[in-house]
């Protein structure tokens, strides 16, 4: 990639009307259930450039009338043919064989993910079709709203924007799209950040739907339901594309404001998995909404700055203020998360500065669930919040507390807003070996300082290492039990937490009461607590914490505390 055509991306936003939204942090794959009449297919000409070809939509004539609209099957069956029978690098989704490491570093160094991989990768690639199967047979309304999609972009690799887009740039930017008619260019004079952008993008919309992804039917049928995909993973290192873990799952946050995802409640489920399903909280900016809807609603709050909360600000803002968010498992999205962020973001304390915003004008007393655990956010200067506050009453918007008690009211039972006491804490010393666990980072002599109130103990199976991982509240690989032989119990992985002094390795192995290497003794517990764990063990998770008065113990020794 040459520097003179990098900058050509700097400062920008791009706003791209579409019928098939592709993410905007990089590599997004292809979802075929939503294809207009006359909607053309694209296929890469000499150069990469689009070249036009007619689409056989097999299943255009199954057709039902079902709540007074009639219904048709929009699949492209012609495109799934020709997209099963690709092969080469990264078709179907199939992870990139790595070979040349020397170009690996550099790859990342500008992007957070390896742009060598996505370079090697057709910009029209397959991927997997891993929807439910109920997916292939459902039928959508005929006729549907246009929609004007926003992809903004700030110094992103040529070959992952281009894949979104669906082209490949041979000269400059603008140039280059007068050949797509649908696609139009705005230019920010200096870089706004992502909020600001696609506000920008959306006042330029001419679309009856904003479309951050490909779920607009919903909208159809209620103009003031916001719908989100399911976001598939593509790998940062060999772009394998695989779901998140679990799957379809409800948005959720903790009490520190950071996106968690948790079960649909039995009261939730549906007969049909591939059925749409409530959720509290989007993941960020994937997401259809109706315009005048949108507008309606204040659009995203301009006093959010660059990146951060404003997936919370939108959907507290949606849910209380006469609307619904509803999450599609047959609407699929593949995302790059960046190995790390390659660029600077102005501001410093933006982020911080976006979440107590939000608290202080949507969260009213439940904010100080917020303060009491990031207390540094109570005398931070938020802005002038009086035309948010305003805008509030003028909905005629819900409170904070029936949000929490329709809509997000199994959040409490993953993300208490009291946190229930410790069984125990403090340092855990090996029998065996009187040794203590230890975070490799923590130097003697010095005081203890972690990123985060909450990194727990992840094990992936038997004979695996034990890793800290930040706690996602899903149990699982973080799920222990403190047995009373004072074991350290893995359910997973039925192991126990073993550990080797001579090489001073903590290891997950098969569980033996007599091992002194795998008895483990916490320097305080809670008898209240532990004195009712049924069958002498409870389920719990190890965290590391400086919530408690007492975790800061002898230097240089990492603190634990078990929590339900």
Not at 33 to 59: H, L, M
Request: hydrophobic share 35%; with cysteine.
């Amino acid at each position: 990639m040459r520097r003179k055509e990098k900058r050509l991306l700097q400062f920008a936003g791009l706003l791209i009307a579409a019928l098939l939204f592709l993410p905007n942090v990089g590599l997004w794959s292809l979802y075929r259930d939503r294809v207009f009449d006359n909607s053309p297919d694209t296929v890469e000409g000499p150069g990469g450039i689009p070249q036009i070809q007619a689409v056989n939509r097999a299943g255009k004539d199954a057709q039902v009338i079902r709540d007074g609209v009639q219904r048709i099957d929009w699949h492209n069956y012609e495109a799934i043919k020709i997209d099963l029978s690709r092969s080469g690098h990264g078709e179907q989704g199939k992870a990139f064989p790595l070979t040349d490491a020397d170009r690996v570093d550099q790859a990342y160094r500008e992007n957070g993910f390896n742009i060598y991989v996505s370079d090697r990768i057709s910009l029209n690639r397959s991927v997997p079709d891993i929807r439910n199967p109920n997916c292939i047979k459902k039928l959508y309304a005929d006729k549907l709203p246009n929609t004007s999609i926003i992809i903004p972009f700030h110094n992103e690799g040529w070959s992952s924007l281009l894949r979104t887009v669906h082209s490949h740039l041979k000269e400059a930017l603008e140039k280059y799209m007068v050949r797509l008619p649908k696609v139009r260019i705005l230019r920010t004079k200096k870089r706004e950040g992502l909020i600001r952008t696609r506000l920008l993008g959306a006042g330029a919309a001419k679309g009856e739907v904003i479309t951050f992804l490909d779920s607009h039917y919903r909208i159809a049928d209620n103009r003031k339901t916001i719908v989100c995909p399911m976001i598939d993973v593509i790998d940062h290192d060999n772009f394998g594309y695989e779901t998140q873990a679990g799957d379809a799952m409800r948005g959720a946050f903790d009490w520190e404001m950071y996106y968690k995802r948790i079960p649909i409640p039995n009261e939730l489920q549906k007969n049909d998995p591939s059925e749409p399903f409530e959720s509290p909280v989007m993941a960020g900016g994937l997401f259809a909404v109706d315009r005048k809807w949108f507008w309606e609603l204040g659009g995203y709050d301009t006093g959010l700055e660059i990146w951060g909360g404003e997936q919370y600000e939108i959907s507290f803002k949606v849910w209380m203020c006469g609307g619904r968010m509803e999450d599609i498992p047959c609407s699929r999205v593949g995302h790059i998360y960046r190995k790390y962020v390659p660029y600077k973001v102005p501001g410093g304390v933006s982020l911080a500065r976006n979440l107590k915003r939000v608290a202080e004008v949507w969260m009213d007393e439940y904010a100080e669930y917020i303060y009491q655990r990031r207390p540094e956010y109570r005398h931070l200067s938020a802005g002038d919040m009086s035309a948010q506050k305003e805008l509030r009453i003028r909905l005629n918007c819900m409170n904070f507390k029936w949000f929490m008690n329709k809509v997000a009211w199994d959040l409490p039972k993953h993300y208490p807003p009291v946190e229930p006491p410790a069984g125990a804490w403090g340092e855990v010393r090996n029998v065996g070996s009187a040794m203590c666990l230890e975070s490799k980072h923590v130097v003697s002599g010095s005081p203890i300082r972690l990123e985060s109130c909450k990194v727990c103990f992840d094990a992936v199976s038997h004979n695996s290492p034990v890793t800290l991982y930040d706690c996602h509240g899903m149990k699982g690989n973080q799920l222990w039990r403190y047995r009373k032989d004072k074991s350290l119990y893995h359910t997973v992985s039925n192991s126990c937490i073993d550990c080797s002094p001579n090489e001073r390795r903590i290891f997950m192995n098969t569980c033996d009461p007599s091992a002194p290497t795998q008895q483990w003794v916490f320097e305080k517990t809670n008898s209240t607590v532990s004195d009712n764990l049924p069958g002498g063990g409870g389920r719990w998770l190890l965290q590391l914490s400086q919530s408690h008065p007492d975790t800061w113990v002898k230097p240089g020794r990492t603190t634990l505390k078990i929590t339900w």
